[in-house]
């Protein structure tokens, strides 16, 4: 199996391409900083991973991503070889992207997502403008989304079971 999970930051502003065929790609580079190595100035090791996305992946990259936004790309990895102007063989690893996530938020000064009253569901606690950001909402991706409305649970939280009894501030959680 040939399965490939990145999250990191995009390194410049993607400029798609188009073939002859008018197939359109895109070549980027993703930085992922590795988890718990650093270098022996105490600084985060980071990889740079070339990633190649073709058809709607590199329209949606194209369209709504830009240098430093937070990514996950999904795909495959992928080597080929090239004869270089010099004669010399050149050797290429790249991920092929088959989907690709926007992973930073759309407005930097808008409140977060916080959970409803209701088990296990989340609602925005926020009504944010039409055509203010990359989202659904906006009617030059395509629109059709509607965030739903928050409304009151009804029903009580269920109890937890009898192995879960654990005091925890709201507070002290991470999300």
Known sequence: MNKVLLIGRITKDPEIRYTQSGMSNLR????????????????????????VAFGQQADF?????????????????QTGSYQGQDNQMRYTTD????????LQPRDPNAPQYQPNQ????????????????????????????????PQPSPQPEPEAPQGF?????????PF
């Not at 580079?29 to 980071?46: E, F, L, P």
């Not at 991920?95 to 926007?102: A, D, F, G, M, T």
Request: aromatic content about 12%; glycine content about 12%.
């Open 28 to 51: 980027f580079t993703v930085a992922v900083d590795r988890i718990g190595s650093r270098d022996v100035n105490g600084n985060k090791q980071t990889d740079f991973i070339g990633c």
């Open 61 to 77: 990259i194209s369209r709504f991503i830009k240098k430093g936004y937070l990514l996950s790309v999904e795909g495959r990895i």
């Open 95 to 102: 991920v092929i992207v088959e989907r690709v996530e926007n």
């Open 118 to 149: 209701g088990y296990g569901q989340q609602v925005p606690s926020y009504q944010q403008p039409s055509n203010t950001y990359q989202g659904y909402n906006n009617p030059s991706y395509g629109g059709g989304y509607q965030a739903p409305t």
């Open 165 to 173: 009894n654990m005091d925890v501030a709201d507070d002290d959680l």
